[in-house]
């Protein structure tokens, strides 16, 4: 398994700071929270992925991350994680979508149903 580290809001958004003087923390894994469900749903047919909330240490304090995870021993995982990366969104409000991919996920998905179905 790696992964890929991808913050905890949308690229073009402000993200809850470290600050030693305030309990920033709570903020901070709502964020991450809201953020992991959005790829949720924007990458929704993407199986191969997690998406893991990481806390980790910072000289003022832990700070969360979202990372992506995927097995690199598996190119079609890898693929997904990178096609990810590449098309985080820039917004809480972005609502793209990848209707070519998602078509292309699907019919692998059918296939290989339709494939274990034929083996039994």
């Known amino acids: 398994m790696n992964s ?3 913050g905890t809001t949308p690229t073009m958004e402000e993200c809850v700071m470290v600050d030693p003087k305030t ?11 809201r953020f992991r469900a959005m790829l949720l749903d924007r990458f929704s047919l993407f199986h191969l992925v997690r998406y893991k909330v ?22 079609k995982s ?3 994680a990178f096609f990810i990366e590449r098309n985080l969104p820039d ?16 019919f692998e998905k059918a296939v290989n149903t ?3 179905q034929e083996q039994f």
């Open 54 to 75: 990481r806390s980790n240490p910072h000289d003022f304090g832990n700070y969360i991350d979202i990372e992506i995870e995927y097995d690199d021993s598996c190119e």
């Open 4 to 6: 890929i580290p991808i």
């Open 23 to 33: 309990n920033y923390l709570p903020a901070m894994k709502e964020e991450a929270n």
């Open 91 to 106: 917004t809480w409000e972005d609502k793209k979508t990848f209707p070519e991919i998602e078509a292309c996920l699907l």
């Open 78 to 80: 890898t693929d997904q």
């Open 114 to 116: 339709l494939n274990l």
